[in-house]
């Protein structure tokens, strides 16, 4: 929802405190732009005080009267915002003014005044009191502001003690990433604290600039108008000018090179160059804010930034929006504590309090005795493996080439990450593979579920269906609920069937010679990057207990039977299907887990792998040679661990949202619920071009009909490319956004955060559905997007 | 250098702002504390402006004179102590007192109350101002005392503006990691910042009290006295008594938990958990500053937290020293204004600018043409091996299973990381594998540089031993350059008896039927993990230039010759050796390298993957098939592009710095030079338990003579252990400071930052020194140790 235009350069003003000159050197800076042939817009969005001495009308009287003023909240009492409201709304808090109700205000201003001129035009927006004084709904001004993302001017403080506010006003708008284009305050000879922020700023590459003090208010109103207005004269902003237009222009030039020098710097992450033809196909993210992108188009009329909704949640992180707030400052304060300290043999507050909150607190409660950290999902399930591989040589006796000739037990479909041996533990299918990739194990050819015409069908392999009837597969309702029921689903006759299946198969197995099988590897209920699919989890259960149940083992201390049983929570953990994690739903503890990408909440990357006493044990002994040799240079860094602890804390609160109580009522109160409405995915799973749906928590797949299918398919994104278009299915959305989504072949996904409102939801849902209604996308336009 | 005590309570006061109240709600702390019947001791550290009216005497006058008042640096005149200090030194600037002498008069102080009570005592650390008020060299105050890490207690500002005032000081605080135990303002019925403010820190764990204003001075100076000892009655800090000694107490019982807390919970990278036994083997690590840990130990009789040299580098990733507040801030920017934002096809400016950074003012300069974001450094190394295969695959017409059986061609004693596909480019030796572990590839056994008793020897592996003549491997001179004269070396004897033996064996390589070689990878100059070998760099420069002369390829347009070459420069590079990137010293280009560790200062886990336009052109295609399929969800996240960005613009302004160029003289200011003192580097390699010893940029490495050797050796454990005795060697520092290393079996490396101070390291060598004399380093203690 950030604004910029090439013909309006703005600017919002922030004070170090309240009484350091704000209005004083806005009125300069409005004269300069006056002087300068501009077309000047000033904007005091909230003002509170007498209505004669206010902002504006100082402006009015100051500078030109042709400068355009306006006031969007005026309160007559002399308080802060907050209070003013307060006063205002009596006892029906209600009508105090929520945030975005407000930045829309502003936004809308903003937008008309862009329209109404043809520039050369500048604008300036004064906040009110220092950079946190509280705005109308009591969030203060730094964070209430940041979707606007405005370049700003901080005006510093002057005065005894100035020096310190003006910096620590500073590091609370870097905190929320706001450009400072420029520090203006008035000169002191005393306390000169001009000369000492002079260097300091400009070592962080921000100029100052300092003007004299105004001169005493004479008593006489007249005199006053004049010395004042000579004063004015007196100030030169013209390099204080020159600077802004110059950021202003720069800012629009940098944007504007992006996607050309990125094309030529950057090796995309699963991306095909040869396809990355025009610079419009490369997105330009400005900033981010709660569940938008900002990002740059350089054939809009209006402002060159435009929201765009991360409906891929970036690669599945996103956990409460982007640029969140709490989250920075606990990147912050863990940085400022310790940066990254050794961790080997050593401890430190973030890392114990995030392994304690995961082992007692978390999805490895009951079951989980350690906490392994590493950088990502991929390494954290290679630490997985090398645990599971060992704890059964171990157990088994295997020794020497013994050891080597191990695999996995799976299903098709699944994925474990990108580095070699997370691949290995996946089957080799179709593209996704790689020259040392090596695929070790057996993978069974999983039933999945989905929604299809709005009732909920299991579709099973041919080797299952044959078997199986339609009450086997098909729910009794149109409820999801009755797929997630694992304790009555295990006494039905497809339970069997998946017993005896899996059984015979594993036995087939043990007689082929193939790889010894050491372990067990599941996504479970999900299988993400292997195109959204959900598997049936009745058969995953199954198929745990079956491996469980064949232990060949002498009778031993450990706790694990069979296999060693990872669950790959990396996408599916910590609410993203709705349950913190998926062992209550599977009704069974695995002996390794690993959980990341959610666990940072979507700010810096770390994965931790936890692991059962039994599995633990396996490496201990007096030999330092049976350690578990891995480590990453940054393990458990302070900076991630203290991320995951403030996101954790943040998430707790959020499960108790009454969003998430509406939406779970909607559902039936059963544990598999979504944030999505159970009317809409009826109504989409019904539509001609879909072939079926799916939903958990977080997370839509729709799957589209389309012969080819596969990862190399474009009919999703084919079918869905009206949703770059923020006009499609935008009846109430202010501002309109458009959406950014990715889509796994014949299969688009759709994911909010955690803490996505049910507005923005429900909006997605229209522009989906809309999109989906278009006649436009047809076979002419695919051919030509192929 | 941070104090605790059991018996001595101690707090900084800081201020919101100036004026905010701060001696008068420090002298009530003080009355409180009095009251309880504890000892007090307030200091104020600097004070200025006339002494009478010196917030000593405030405190003196109003608490008991039973309270023990200091003030270390007075000045009589009422201006900000930076400009003070700059009047009192005048001329002669170099008068002005640096930040470490500074903080060691405060810790002199701390310490010496300390000893002379027995407790229970309190102390309060007044400052002056803000928060970011300049102390006497300029530096904010925040800044300057931060190595101090007490506890603090901010006094919030009451005023009109005061909500925001309290905010950002209070995030000032938090970004340099401070703990806040409570913020306590006055009581103002109009502006009623105090209801704002508590629960807005009650959110983030902090309790706000609030206490009536004191009266208005009265003119009688008798009167004045009786109503101010009145209003002191009046107020009641009872409950922030209790609040801040429950804090003190909480996080001495915190600390004293956490190693029996994590020695349960943690599973710690590359540790025996059999070989830790007791707490004192888990090291506690409460905060870092600079080069130093700040460590609890639960005997200690003084402060129960001592500072410990950080000499391993915390895995060799530490560059600017810890929590460094430039690298603190990079990150809260981008946290600030982007969080983490999806990179496929996506652009954002810390990205982009990072890349350009590395690609043309960078180690990839005029070669290289891409840049791949990963998250370590071994995710790094396998993609350049995905890189790699591939581009060989491609041009060699490879397909199916002909793809599959390729290997590499390298060093032993390499480590590219701990995941499979890494560790599967270096060899298997030793006890360093796992389960999947296959090797797969050939490597040569490398001739190695040290320093032995005071000269430069090359040893070589027996095969090319046989041939050489001692000429050939002793250097001509103590100086190190000479080994790393490759234009010189080239021509030797040496040289071509190395292009032989590689020949001869690469021909051989090729008749056995092995697997067809496809990439040569290497770690340039040094392998870190492998033992901190320092590889002779001819035999690296011969081995590249073999390979690239027998490109057996029709002729193509395509750069790279014979193999494509990586090179790992995750250890060595960007200035860890001294050179930004060994490159220049070997004379060639790679083909494909990797960065990370230093790459982001030592605060957060990213690395590049860098190769040349060859390499890349490999995956280009119209099909997205052949495209680089990997990535990891947190891919060029902005706050880890951000502090790379930040962290080379500091590391550009150290390789200018006046500690570099006199390092470098001392060296002779050849391309090897080092930052460990030369002298001291001859005398070492002449000690009787040492075997050999070899040096460049930051690094250290002492091999001691042990006939076990290996990894599983402890005899550099053992024989350096009095280094863990703060009191060993430690003629002249204040205040003295254990040493934390790590070491590789029989070798010790120790490793600076690249900003450790000269005075610094001159210490820890005199320490190293007087450990390796210590007589007590014997058999029956060695034997106790294992």
Same mark, same amino acid.
């Given at each position: 929802?950030?604004?910029?235009?090439?013909?309006?350069?703005?600017?919002?003003?922030?004070?170090?405190?309240?009484?350091?000159?704000?209005?004083?050197?806005?009125?300069?800076?409005?004269?300069?732009?006056?002087?300068?042939?501009?077309?000047?817009?000033?904007?005091?969005?909230?003002?509170?005080?007498?209505?004669?001495?206010? /902002?504006?009308?100082?402006?009015?009287?100051?500078?030109?009267?042709?400068?355009?003023?306006?006031?969007?909240?005026?309160?007559?009492?002399?308080?802060?915002?907050?209070?003013?409201?307060?006063?205002?709304?009596?006892?029906?808090?209600?009508?105090?003014?929520? /945030?975005?109700?407000?930045?829309?205000?502003?936004?809308?201003?903003?937008?008309?005044?862009?329209?109404?001129?043809?520039?050369?035009?500048?604008?300036?927006?004064?906040?009110?009191?220092?950079?946190?004084?509280?705005?109308?709904?009591?969030?203060?001004?730094?964070?209430?502001?940041?979707?606007?993302?405005?370049?700003?001017?901080?005006?510093?403080?002057?005065?005894?003690?100035?020096?310190?506010?003006?910096?620590?006003?500073?590091?609370?708008?870097?905190?929320?990433?706001?450009?400072?284009?420029?520090?203006?305050?008035?000169?002191?000879?005393?306390?000169?604290?001009? @000369?000492?922020?002079?260097?300091?700023?400009? @070592?962080?590459?921000?100029?100052?600039?300092?003007?004299?003090?105004?001169?005493?208010?004479?008593?006489?109103?007249?005199?006053?108008?004049?010395?004042?207005?000579?004063?004015?004269?007196?100030?030169?902003?013209?390099?204080?000018?020159?600077?802004?237009?110059?950021?202003?222009?720069?800012?629009?030039?940098?944007?504007?090179?992006?996607?050309?020098?990125?094309?030529?710097?950057?090796?995309?992450?699963?991306?095909?160059?040869?396809?990355?033809?025009?610079?419009?196909?490369?997105?330009?993210?400005? !900033?981010?804010?709660?569940?938008?992108?900002?990002?740059?188009?350089?054939?809009?009329? /209006?402002?060159?930034?435009?929201?765009?909704?991360?409906?891929?949640?970036?690669?599945?992180?996103?956990?409460?929006?982007?640029?969140?707030?709490?989250?920075?400052?606990?990147?912050?304060?863990?940085?400022?504590?310790?940066?990254?300290?050794?961790?080997?043999?050593?401890?430190?507050?973030?890392?114990?309090?995030?392994?304690?909150?995961?082992?007692?607190?978390?999805?490895?409660?009951?079951?989980?005795?350690?906490?392994?950290?590493?950088?990502?999902?991929?390494?954290?399930?290679?630490?997985?493996?090398?645990?599971?591989?060992?704890?059964?040589?171990?157990?088994?006796?295997?020794?020497?080439?013994?050891?080597?000739?191990?695999?996995?037990?799976?299903?098709?479909?699944?994925?474990?990450?990108?580095?070699?041996?997370?691949? &290995?533990?996946?089957? @080799?299918?179709?593209?996704?593979?790689?020259?040392?990739?090596?695929?070790?194990?057996?993978?069974?050819?999983?039933?999945?579920?989905?929604?299809?015409?709005?009732?909920?069908?299991?579709?099973?392999?041919?080797?299952?269906?044959?078997?199986?009837?339609?009450?086997?597969?098909?729910?009794? !309702?149109?409820?999801?609920?009755?797929?997630?029921?694992?304790?009555?689903?295990?006494?039905?006759?497809?339970?069997?069937?998946?017993?005896?299946?899996?059984?015979?198969?594993?036995?087939?197995?043990?007689?082929?010679?193939?790889?010894?099988?050491?372990?067990?590897?599941?996504?479970?209920?999900?299988?993400?990057?292997?195109?959204?699919?959900?598997?049936?989890?009745?058969?995953?259960?199954?198929?745990? &207990?079956?491996?469980?149940?064949?232990?060949?083992?002498?009778?031993?201390?450990?706790?694990?039977?069979?296999?060693?049983?990872?669950?790959?929570?990396?996408? *599916?953990?910590?609410?993203?299907?709705?349950? @913190?994690?998926?062992?209550?739903?599977?009704?069974?503890?695995? &002996?390794?887990?690993?959980?990341?990408?959610?666990?940072?909440?979507?700010?810096?990357?770390?994965?931790?792998?936890?692991?059962?006493?039994?599995?633990?044990?396996?490496? *201990?002994?007096?030999?330092?040679?049976?350690?578990?040799?891995?480590?990453?240079?940054?393990?458990?860094?302070?900076?991630?661990?203290?991320?995951?602890?403030?996101?954790?804390?943040?998430?707790?609160?959020?499960?108790?949202?009454?969003?998430?109580?509406?939406?779970?009522?909607?559902?039936?109160?059963?544990?598999?619920?979504?944030?999505?409405?159970?009317?809409?995915?009826?109504?989409?799973?019904?539509? /001609?071009?879909?072939?079926?749906?799916?939903?958990?928590?977080?997370?839509?797949?729709?799957?589209?009909?389309?012969?080819?299918?596969?990862?190399?398919?474009?009919?999703?994104?084919?079918?869905?490319?009206?949703?770059?278009? !923020?006009?499609?299915?935008?009846?109430?959305?202010?501002?309109?956004?458009?959406?950014?989504?990715?889509?796994?072949?014949?299969?688009?996904?759709?994911?909010?955060?955690?803490?996505?409102?049910?507005?923005?939801?429900?909006?997605?849902?229209?522009?989906?559905?809309?999109?989906?209604?278009?006649?436009?996308?047809?076979?002419?336009?695919?051919?030509?997007?192929?």
């Amino acid at each position: 929802m950030s604004l910029l235009f090439k013909h309006l350069r703005v600017h919002q003003i922030f004070g170090a405190n309240t009484d350091v000159g704000k209005t004083i050197l806005t009125t300069a800076l409005v004269r300069a732009s006056t002087a300068l042939r501009n077309e000047v817009f000033y904007l005091k969005p909230i003002s509170t005080g007498s209505p004669q001495d206010a /902002d504006d009308e100082h402006i009015k009287q100051f500078a030109s009267p042709k400068v355009h003023t306006e006031c969007l909240y005026r309160f007559h009492v002399p308080v802060s915002p907050h209070l003013a409201a307060q006063m205002a709304a009596g006892d029906e808090s209600q009508k105090i003014v929520s /945030d975005k109700t407000f930045v829309d205000s502003v936004i809308s201003y903003v937008n008309r005044s862009a329209s109404a001129t043809r520039g050369p035009a500048h604008m300036y927006v004064e906040t009110a009191g220092g950079v946190h004084s509280p705005a109308l709904s009591g969030t203060t001004q730094v964070d209430c502001y940041r979707p606007l993302f405005l370049p700003t001017i901080l005006i510093g403080d002057s005065r005894l003690g100035g020096i310190s506010a003006t910096i620590s006003a500073y590091e609370s708008l870097l905190l929320r990433g706001y450009m400072v284009d420029s520090v203006l305050l008035f000169r002191d000879e005393y306390y000169r604290n001009s @000369e000492y922020l002079t260097p300091y700023f400009a @070592e962080r590459g921000i100029d100052v600039a300092a003007f004299a003090h105004p001169p005493p208010v004479s008593p006489d109103p007249r005199e006053n108008l004049a010395i004042t207005d000579e004063y004015y004269k007196s100030l030169d902003m013209g390099s204080v000018q020159r600077v802004l237009t110059e950021r202003h222009q720069q800012r629009i030039d940098q944007l504007d090179s992006m996607p050309r020098r990125s094309m030529d710097a950057f090796w995309w992450p699963f991306v095909q160059h040869g396809l990355v033809k025009n610079e419009k196909d490369v997105t330009v993210i400005d !900033s981010a804010s709660n569940d938008f992108f900002s990002i740059y188009s350089q054939s809009s009329q /209006d402002s060159l930034l435009s929201p765009q909704l991360d409906s891929s949640a970036s690669w599945w992180t996103q956990t409460l929006g982007h640029s969140h707030p709490s989250l920075t400052l606990a990147a912050a304060r863990a940085a400022g504590r310790y940066g990254h300290v050794m961790f080997p043999q050593a401890t430190h507050e973030p890392a114990l309090k995030l392994a304690e909150r995961l082992l007692h607190h978390g999805p490895g409660r009951n079951w989980a005795s350690r906490v392994f950290f590493s950088d990502d999902g991929s390494t954290g399930m290679e630490v997985a493996l090398k645990m599971a591989l060992r704890a059964y040589s171990v157990r088994m006796g295997l020794q020497g080439i013994d050891r080597k000739n191990l695999g996995v037990l799976g299903l098709k479909g699944s994925y474990h990450g990108d580095t070699i041996g997370a691949m &290995d533990a996946c089957a @080799e299918e179709g593209v996704y593979t790689c020259e040392w990739h090596n695929a070790k194990g057996f993978w069974f050819d999983p039933p999945t579920i989905s929604i299809q015409t709005g009732v909920p069908v299991i579709s099973l392999p041919s080797v299952l269906a044959k078997a199986a009837a339609p009450s086997d597969t098909c729910a009794p !309702s149109d409820s999801i609920a009755w797929v997630y029921d694992m304790p009555a689903r295990l006494e039905t006759r497809l339970a069997q069937s998946y017993r005896t299946y899996i059984s015979q198969t594993l036995d087939s197995l043990e007689q082929s010679g193939g790889p010894r099988l050491a372990a067990l590897v599941l996504e479970p209920l999900v299988m993400g990057a292997g195109g959204m699919l959900f598997v049936d989890p009745l058969f995953q259960r199954v198929l745990i &207990d079956v491996v469980r149940s064949r232990d060949s083992a002498p009778e031993s201390k450990t706790d694990w039977r069979g296999l060693p049983v990872i669950f790959d929570e990396v996408f *599916v953990g910590l609410y993203r299907l709705g349950a @913190e994690s998926t062992i209550p739903i599977l009704g069974v503890n695995p &002996d390794i887990s690993v959980h990341a990408k959610i666990l940072t909440g979507g700010l810096v990357p770390l994965a931790v792998t936890m692991a059962s006493d039994s599995i633990f044990q396996a490496f *201990v002994s007096q030999d330092k040679a049976t350690a578990l040799l891995h480590g990453h240079s940054y393990t458990a860094h302070a900076v991630g661990c203290e991320v995951a602890n403030e996101t954790l804390k943040l998430i707790e609160k959020e499960s108790q949202s009454a969003a998430w109580n509406e939406a779970k009522d909607k559902w039936g109160n059963s544990a598999a619920w979504s944030l999505w409405d159970p009317e809409f995915i009826r109504a989409l799973s019904s539509l /001609d071009k879909v072939s079926e749906v799916m939903t958990l928590g977080t997370v839509l797949a729709v799957k589209m009909k389309d012969a080819k299918g596969g990862y190399v398919s474009h009919s999703a994104q084919t079918l869905l490319q009206d949703l770059k278009n !923020s006009k499609v299915g935008a009846k109430n959305t202010y501002p309109p956004f458009s959406v950014h989504y990715r889509t796994l072949g014949n299969v688009a996904y759709f994911m909010t955060s955690l803490n996505t409102s049910p507005e923005t939801i429900r909006a997605l849902e229209e522009k989906i559905w809309t999109a989906l209604q278009s006649d436009s996308a047809d076979e002419e336009r695919r051919n030509r997007h192929i």
